[in-house]
């Protein structure tokens, strides 16, 4: 069965302050990695997709690396906007576009 | 240019009832998907529909769930005979083929007192 675990399940940064969120998982062949942003009472909204190990992605402060087992999401000098539930998912070969989420990171950034 | 637009957002059922959620998705998106988030766990599948075809229902329950994307109109997800277990937020999502990442609606919040 297709799994997918985020790390930290929580985390408080300053603004200003980088680091990393977590995405660790088990896929009978990947054929998709994502990354979402949900903010409170919203659906998730799409920022990212990775397709092999060694792929990167960027978009303004945000970069997205992926290895054969798990993901990275690098935040890059963050602001109080940037406050938001991180959400990763995967999509196995084979499954007809089924994504298997991960619970989330909720991120917050204070100034 | 309109995302993928979910009605009600919020929706109240006493135990017993039917809910109806209704899902259009995005102009040009012929692939929708529902997803179910319970409280402080992760969002789950439940179907993936194309117009007038249900082509993976491997995450709906075997009882008491439907889902229909017709020919004209909108996906509907229909749960009968609701439980306070069916309390969440369920979220509908298109996309233009089943190679392409998904646009997501803001979701309906059921409640079922």
């Known amino acids: 069965e297709d799994q997918v675990t985020q790390s930290p399940e929580a985390l408080r940064l300053q603004e200003g302050e980088s680091s990393s969120l977590n995405c660790s998982y088990t896929?009978?062949?990947?054929?998709?990695l994502f990354w979402y942003r949900q903010d409170p009472g919203k659906g998730p909204e799409f920022l990212f997709t990775?397709?092999?190990a060694g792929e990167e992605k960027e978009k303004e402060r945000l970069k997205a690396t992926l290895t054969k087992k798990e993901s990275f999401l690098h935040i890059t000098a963050p602001k109080p906007e940037d406050s938001a539930t991180y959400l990763c998912a995967v999509q196995a070969a084979g499954t007809a576009s089924k994504l298997t989420f991960g619970t989330g990171t909720r991120l917050q950034v204070t100034l | 240019n309109a995302g993928v637009m979910q009605n009600p957002r919020h929706l109240v059922r006493r135990r017993g009832q039917e809910a109806r959620l209704r899902c259009s998705p995005m102009?040009?998106?012929?692939?929708v998907y529902w997803y179910r988030q319970l409280p402080e766990e992760g969002l789950k599948f439940m179907v993936y529909?194309?117009?007038?075809?249900?082509?993976?229902e491997s995450g709906m329950p075997k009882e008491r769930f439907s889902a229909e994307f017709p020919k004209e109109g909108p996906s509907i997800l229909r749960i009968q005979q609701v439980v306070r277990g069916d309390s969440a937020a369920y979220f509908c999502?298109?996309?233009?083929?089943?190679?392409?990442?998904?646009?997501f609606g803001s979701g309906t919040r059921l409640t079922v007192v």
């Open positions: 999502a298109s996309s233009p083929s089943d190679d392409y990442g998904y646009t």
């Open positions: 990775l397709y092999s």
């Open positions: 529909l194309q117009k007038e075809n249900i082509i993976d």
């Open positions: 102009k040009g998106h012929s692939h």
């Open positions: 896929v009978s062949g990947l054929r998709g």
